[in-house]
């Protein structure tokens, strides 16, 4: 139980375009899902907290104009990266949790998406 | 939430016992703390959590000292395919962010 996929699992774009990616809670539903950034040798950096029916939360620093994120239903997330340049390179993870708050809510990973901007 | 403090790498024989120390002497009474591990080019992987008991699961046991200031994760016959960054995290109750740093990298050695 506790699955969370991604897709796609790896991507090459042209700079100026736009990429969507998706998360889903295969056999849970979620309220919140949360999308990482992984550079290479450095740690998961959050980005934002997808709120499902609401606005996403973002980290400071992030601009939320160029990093979309749509929380449509109780499984699916989705991250859209806009007008992207090599500099958005980077390991893409989002995480998500059974538990809608309350209690220890073990958050379980996406296998991740590669974004590679040429 | 509180920080935690990792050695950057360690190394265990195939077989053995790995122990993965972590300090979180600023843990606050309602602070969970969570152990994940990334293998390369892969997402994280949930492992195991605890407030104050010590636990144990099909993957590791985790030890927390009294004071729960510092906590052991115990690969007990550790193989090549655990491998990989381990991140201790103290996160509090409820559905919150969790804040990686930078792990211990356990290299299982044949």
């Known amino acids: 139980g506790a699955v969370v996929s991604q897709h796609p699992s790896w991507v090459i774009c042209k700079s100026g375009t736009s990429v969507k990616i998706e998360c889903r809670s295969l056999?849970?539903?979620?309220?919140?899902m949360f999308w990482y950034r992984q550079f290479p040798k450095q740690s998961l950096m959050l980005m934002a907290t997808?709120?499902?029916?609401?606005?996403?939360?973002?980290e400071q620093g992030v601009e939320k104009d160029k990093f979309l994120i749509n929380h449509a239903s109780l499984t699916l997330s989705t991250l859209t990266v806009t007008s992207a340049h090599p500099e958005d390179s980077s390991f893409y993870i989002c995480?998500?949790?059974?538990?809608?708050?309350?209690?220890?809510?073990?958050?379980?990973f996406g296998p991740g998406t590669r974004l590679t901007v040429l | 939430d509180a920080k935690t403090t990792q050695p950057p790498s360690m190394d265990c024989a195939e077989g053995r016992a790995a122990n993965l120390p972590c300090n979180h002497s600023?843990?606050?009474?309602?602070?969970?703390v969570y152990w994940y591990r990334q293998i390369h080019s892969q997402g994280p992987q949930y492992i195991i959590h605890?407030?104050?008991n010590n636990e144990t699961n099909e993957m590791a046991s985790l030890i927390i000292t009294e004071d729960r200031k510092s906590s052991t994760l115990i690969l007990p016959h550790a193989t090549l395919r655990d491998t990989a960054v381990y991140y201790c995290?103290?996160?509090?109750?409820?559905?919150?962010?969790?804040?990686f740093g930078t792990g211990t990298r356990l290299t299982i050695i044949p």
């Open positions: 997808s709120n499902e029916g609401s606005k996403a939360t973002y």
């Open positions: 600023t843990i606050s009474g309602n602070e969970y």
């Open positions: 995480s998500a949790s059974p538990q809608a708050g309350g209690g220890t809510d073990t958050q379980y």
């Open positions: 056999d849970f539903q979620a309220t919140t």
């Open positions: 995290i103290v996160k509090k109750d409820g559905n919150e962010k969790l804040t």
């Open positions: 605890g407030l104050k």
